[in-house]
């Protein structure tokens, strides 16, 4: 095991070659979540710096939780012939579309129908383990583009938003996502 303050250029190619990662957190009580996400929606800004956007889904558990305590970890693990987990945790905020400055963040993201935050996490600490125990599988399709997106884009942005107010307005606990203005 291995653990640092910060990515290097190692740790980078690394989490850039992953398919999938996973986004846990918790607020102070309740549960603890842990959701696997995909697709073009992640980027390293720096050795300390990783922001990746959010698509709608059927629960909002990462930004409820981010209200009440704004910590993350994300894990990285490799499913190839190069054992390695990587953990990387920090301190995260959020950005809705109606944010100021969400346009810049957005920008270094391709558009995808559904998008409804986006997290910075600054890094306070990396740790890499083995990942022997991880098994050895290969990508045959991400379902996000061909079911996810597809799904969004027919409902429409206003579609999207009744969605949401139906299942993202407050998490599996009861706390409020802050999906809207004022809730």
């Known amino acids: ?3 640092g303050k ?20 918790a ?7 842990v959701s696997p996400k995909g697709m073009s929606t992640l980027s390293i800004l720096g050795d300390t710096q990783i922001r990746w956007l959010n698509l709608s889904g059927s629960g909002n558990e990462t930004a409820a939780h981010l ?18 987990i990587l953990r990387v945790y920090g301190q995260a905020t959020t950005s809705h579309p109606r944010d100021a400055g969400w ?3 957005a920008a270094g993201f391709p558009t995808l129908a559904g998008s409804r935050q986006i997290f910075d996490l600054r890094i306070d600490l990396v740790q ?3 990942g022997s125990g991880v098994p050895i599988m290969r ?8 079911d996810l997106v597809p799904f969004y884009e027919q409902m429409g ?12 307005t407050v998490s599996i606990d009861g706390l409020a996502t802050g999906i809207f203005d004022g809730d």
């Not at 607020?27 to 979540?33: E, H, L």
């Not at 990508?139 to 061909?146: A, D, M, P, T, Y």
């Open 67 to 84: 209200r009440e305590l704004n910590r993350m970890t994300l894990m990285f693990c490799s499913f190839d012939d190069n054992p390695m």
């Open 128 to 130: 890499t383990s083995c």
């Open 1 to 3: 095991m291995a653990i």
């Open 103 to 105: 346009e810049e963040k």
């Open 157 to 168: 942005q206003e579609g999207v938003i009744e969605y949401w107010k139906r299942r993202n």
């Open 139 to 146: 990508l045959e399709k991400s379902r996000g583009e061909e």
């Open 27 to 33: 607020a102070p009580g309740g549960r603890v979540n």
């Open 6 to 25: 910060k990515l290097n250029p190692t740790l980078r190619a690394f989490i850039e070659r992953q398919h999938v990662f996973f986004v846990a957190t």
